[in-house]
Structures are given as C-alpha cells and as structure tokens.
C-alpha cells in the first residue's frame, strides 16, 4: 500500500512540474506578443498565431483583429495573469491564459489559447472584450 501512494505521490509531482513548466513557456510567449502589441508591430504580434488560425481565419481577418484591438484598446500600460488551464491529449499541450490588460483606453480582458509546436507555443485562440465574463465564459 506505502509503494502505491508513493508512485501516486511521484506522478502527481511529476504531472504538477510539466504543468508548471507549459504555463511559464506559454507566459513566456504571451509576454512577446504583448510586447508587439504595444509596440504597434503588427506583423510581429503575427508571427506568434498558429499555422491553423491561418488556415481556418486567413492573414486579412488576423490582421484586421489585431488592428481593431490596437485602435479600441492602445497603449497598453500594464497585464496581469488572473486565471490559466493546462491540458495534455494525445500528445499535444494546451495552455489557456487570461489577463487583465490596463490601456489608456481602459480596461479589457483578454484570453490567449495556446498550442504546443514542437518547442514553442503558438496561439491558436485570441479573444478581447471589456467584459470579463464574457472572456471566463469558456
């Protein structure tokens, strides 16, 4: 009985530092595409969407919704992370991250989605909205 509550015990550490280590990668990455976003650089906020979101959406549509969210909220003066999820399926991570974003516009809350390619995390979900519950909602 001991063995089997210290394996339990080993994988649940084990499943707790994996989660960690994708959240940080993910926090990571979202910290460069804020930093694109609040330097205006739209192509580079770009090069952080996932293959798929092309595929599914088009570059215009991306584009046009990064543009739309520097016209609404410009000037970002501050993030904070308020809520994360992590989840592993066959093989491929996922990392949900929402954040508070102070703008000189006010406030708006924001949920990046995350997928893991090879070593980097690529955005494969972006949502915006003024109303918090509307981000908290998925």
Known sequence: MKRILIIIFSVTVFLGLNSCESIGEAQATADEFFAALKSNNIEQAMTFFDKSMFDEFGEDKIKGLLEQHNTNFAGILSYSKYGFHTNTANGVTKVMLKF???????????????????????????????????????
Not at 106 to 124: C, D
């Open 100 to 138: 508070k974003v102070e703008t000189e516009n006010g406030i708006v809350f924001e949920r990046l989605e995350f997928i893991k390619r090879g070593e980097e995390y690529k955005l494969n979900g972006y949502f915006f909205n003024t109303d918090q519950s509307k981000i908290d909602a998925e």
